[in-house]
């Protein structure tokens, strides 16, 4: 137990902060590109899914034509949106070392549009949909004031 103690303190003494700062920044940078690689797996999958999807449903009868909603389709290509659009967001972390909102704000917004444009009324009720609604106003009034923000600090 001693040796835990004297480590607990090494790290704790105010000596010790910027050591500690770059340990952390480099734990966030490894766990960053961990996260970057699992997501271009996830994309690549979804990638082989869509293109599967688009395939059978091309080549069953009525040929040419989808057995499955255009809705479901959109839904996959949205889900691939969704998946670049939150490597972007690791991306830009990696470079900049700042999570910039701006992007996190899009994601989030396109993620609830998904959900939107997929919406099943036979399977939620008006009030889902009037929450998602509420969430995409939300959302875009923030992505207005971080704008305004960022024009100001500019100028």
Not at 24 to 45: D, G, H, Q
Request: charged share 20%.
């Amino acid at each position: 137990m001693k040796p835990i103690h004297r480590y607990i303190r090494l790290i704790l003494s105010k000596d010790q902060d910027l050591l500690f700062l770059s340990l952390l920044r480099s734990f966030e940078k490894i766990l960053s590109k961990l996260l970057a690689i699992c997501l271009m797996v996830v994309i690549f999958v979804a990638v082989f899914d869509l293109f599967k999807v688009l395939v059978i449903e091309l080549q069953t009868e009525p040929f040419g034509f989808f057995n499955r909603s255009l809705i479901e389709i959109f839904g996959l290509f949205l889900n691939i949106l969704i998946a670049l659009e939150l490597l972007e967001n690791i991306t830009v972390y990696l470079k900049d070392n700042v999570i910039q909102v701006e992007l996190v704000i899009v994601t989030a917004m396109i993620a609830v549009a998904r959900k939107i444009i997929i919406f099943d009324f036979g399977k939620y009720e008006g009030m889902d949909l009037l929450a998602l609604g509420f969430a995409i106003v939300c959302l875009a009034a923030s992505f207005w004031m971080v704008k305004k923000l960022n024009v100001n600090n500019k100028h």
